[in-house]
């Protein structure tokens, strides 16, 4: 079994950060055949501002030992990135692959250090604090798209 989970709330710039803890993530595991992987879209800051990148990728190491990480559009800051959680290892060169497949794959690979990150728990959940500039981003572009008059200041 595969899981996708698409996480985020359009009106308040954020994922609801409750489904990427610990806990959260140990029931999802529990879904999941021996094989099974869990695909997470996770949108953040590429450069610089990788703290809730660097948690995300750390609190998924509590629950699954391999993990890698993709970027939607490299040489973009603001971005989804998508993280593949699992059991097995994963081989992006699989000769299953196409070759063009395998160098897609291979450009938009993106190497998180989870180390700098801290582990999301029930009980500890800083992440919407970690995505403030993500959701002050979001907000600039709803004024933008709809004016300012829209919005109780």
């Not at 595991?29 to 869990?38: A, H, K, N, V």
């Not at 990135?81 to 059991?87: D, E, G, Q, T, V």
């Given at each position: 079994?595969?899981?996708?989970c698409?996480?985020f709330k359009?009106t308040?710039?954020?994922?609801p950060?409750?489904?990427?803890?610990?806990?959260?993530?140990?029931?999802?595991?529990?879904?999941?055949?021996?094989?099974g992987?869990?695909?997470v879209?996770?949108?953040?800051?590429?450069n610089?501002?990788?703290?809730?990148?660097?948690?995300?990728?750390k609190?998924?190491?509590?629950?699954?030992?391999?993990?890698?990480?993709?970027?939607s559009?490299?040489?973009?800051?603001?971005?989804?990135?998508?993280?593949?959680?699992?059991?097995?290892?994963?081989?992006?060169?699989n000769?299953?692959?196409?070759?063009?497949?395998?160098?897609?794959l291979?450009?938009?690979?993106?190497?998180?250090d989870?180390?700098?990150g801290?582990?999301?728990?029930?009980?500890?959940?800083?992440?919407?604090?970690?995505?403030?500039?993500?959701?002050?981003?979001?907000?600039?572009?709803?004024m933008?798209?709809?004016?300012?008059?829209?919005?109780?200041?």
């Amino acid at each position: 079994m595969k899981l996708l989970c698409r996480l985020f709330k359009p009106t308040r710039g954020s994922e609801p950060s409750h489904l990427l803890t610990v806990e959260t993530l140990k029931q999802l595991q529990g879904l999941l055949t021996e094989q099974g992987i869990l695909a997470v879209n996770f949108v953040a800051f590429a450069n610089g501002k990788q703290s809730a990148l660097n948690t995300v990728s750390k609190t998924l190491a509590q629950v699954f030992s391999q993990q890698i990480s993709f970027i939607s559009e490299p040489n973009k800051d603001f971005n989804d990135f998508i993280f593949l959680a699992s059991a097995q290892s994963f081989d992006i060169h699989n000769e299953r692959l196409k070759v063009e497949q395998q160098a897609w794959l291979q450009n938009r690979l993106f190497p998180i250090d989870g180390k700098n990150g801290v582990i999301l728990t029930d009980n500890f959940n800083p992440l919407e604090h970690l995505q403030t500039a993500k959701a002050e981003k979001y907000r600039h572009f709803l004024m933008d798209m709809f004016g300012e008059e829209l919005f109780v200041r």
